[in-house]
């Protein structure tokens, strides 16, 4: 990572005099997005329609794997279960740089009440779940095909070697318990299977569609540009009373609702939150058959957000004594687990503050600062945290609309405005094109 970091040293210089130059070398990339919108159009519907859940990515990773292959690009297979890798070798001598994308879908039921909506249901966790692409995962690897067609298409003037990562469950697997088998999947199974290794990856690019920014519009931030995620399980073990006689059991109902409140005041009292913010949410409670009978047990799930490493680590330190000696204290043995999900999603400042131009020049002027860290997670960390790194974000709402009543990612109702897709794929292209400019200044 220190000879990394020394590849960014003066890295700023791109963002002045080189700019133009640089426009001049790429000016073909708009017209050429443009020419393959369509396709990429056509390509996003059918994953659309047929979507797939994590781990579950066959149909999808054959379609990605033929499309690749297609346009001269060596493939591999199998990574991560379902997880393709293309690699593409420019005409000229550079760095290696990599592209992501991920495949998964949601077990959402749609209603969107698009032609192309999807009715698909599989088994999500050993249940049968309508599945649906409410985070724009098919967007994703629609517009790293059209990017990646472009870029085979003009392999000449590719200075270095593209490696296209084309990831399963980022959103978690659909077939493992993600508490104890996190590892298993998505960004940490790919890393864990050699995808920076070879080749050796120098620096990754990725970005996501998000609902309540304009089509066509990008935002970068340096630095921490998403939040930390982890997952909280606690499973309550109390004694079964007749809902008259309270005194007769240990109420772990009761025992429940306190520590839902406690485990607000870890963020609002342990966290230091002059470093960033903290949640800590609790989705899913379940105690009980009736309405008379104190139950003997509770199970619960949460997740655990923040935009600081210190602030993380002050919730996962402190969150499982304050839950289990609150169940002590009503006569009920607690069971907490933490399951790691991602880091927060930290973009290299001076490699961020330098492709600016080029994001400027993907959105035709489009590109904005982030004023705070978004506050959803995604599991690039994992990558962000071993290569330099840069994600960005891609408006996906149709603009002149409110944006402020836009549905939201993994909504039933979450859309993308389809012209964005032109500036998603430029944005993938104009990565490989500037950076080996970058690192050579910076060298």
Request: charged residues 20%; glycine residues 10%.
């Amino acid at each position: 990572m220190k000879t990394m970091k020394k590849l960014f040293v003066g890295a700023l210089l791109v963002a002045g005099g080189s700019a133009a130059s640089a426009a001049e070398q790429d000016a073909w990339v708009k017209d050429a997005a443009l020419k393959v919108q369509d396709e990429v159009v056509q390509l996003r519907r059918q994953f659309h329609q047929y979507p797939e859940l994590g781990n579950q990515e066959f149909a999808t990773a054959k379609r990605v794997a033929d499309y690749l292959r297609q346009h001269g690009i060596e493939v591999r297979t199998g990574v991560a279960r379902t997880g393709v890798v293309g690699i593409l070798k420019g005409g000229k001598p550079g760095p290696v740089m990599a592209l992501r994308a991920d495949m998964d879908a949601l077990p959402v039921a749609e209603n969107t009440g698009l032609p192309f909506a999807s009715t698909v249901t599989a088994d999500y966790q050993g249940k049968p779940s309508p599945v649906m692409h409410a985070c724009g995962h098919d967007t994703h690897t629609a517009m790293l095909l059209g990017a990646a067609r472009l870029l085979a298409e003009h392999r000449q003037d590719i200075a270095g070697t593209v490696v296209f990562v084309f990831q399963p469950a980022e959103e978690g697997a659909a077939d493992l318990d993600n508490f104890t088998q996190g590892a298993e999947v998505g960004a940490r199974k790919m890393i864990a299977e050699g995808v920076l290794d070879n080749p050796k990856v120098q620096v990754m690019f990725g970005l996501h569609v998000v609902a309540g920014i304009p089509s066509g519009e990008l935002r970068y931030r340096p630095g921490a540009l998403m939040n930390s995620a982890d997952g909280l399980r606690i499973d309550l073990q109390g004694t079964q009373a007749h809902g008259s006689m309270p005194w007769k059991g240990h109420d772990p109902v009761v025992a429940g609702a306190q520590i839902i409140n406690g485990l607000q005041t870890l963020v609002s009292r342990r966290a230091d939150l002059s470093q960033g913010m903290g949640v800590v949410s609790i989705g899913s409670l379940h105690a009980g058959i009736a309405p008379n009978v104190i139950p003997d047990s509770l199970n619960m799930l949460g997740t655990i957000r923040t935009s600081d490493d210190g602030i993380r680590k002050t919730l996962l330190d402190d969150l499982p004594g304050m839950v289990e000696h609150l169940a002590s204290a009503n006569g009920v043995q607690a069971k907490v687990q933490l399951s790691e999900y991602a880091p927060v999603l930290m973009n290299a400042p001076k490699l961020t503050k330098a492709m600016i131009p080029a994001l400027q020049r993907a959105s035709d002027g489009k590109a904005a600062l982030l004023p705070q860290s978004f506050a959803a997670s995604e599991d690039f960390a994992h990558y962000a945290n071993r290569v330099p790194s840069l994600f960005v974000l891609l408006g996906a709402t149709t603009p002149g609309t409110d944006m402020a009543k836009a549905p939201i990612n993994h909504s039933p109702f979450f859309t993308v405005d389809e012209s964005t897709f032109s500036t998603g794929v430029r944005a993938h292209v104009e990565f490989v094109l500037n950076y080996p400019a970058l690192a050579s200044k910076a060298g």
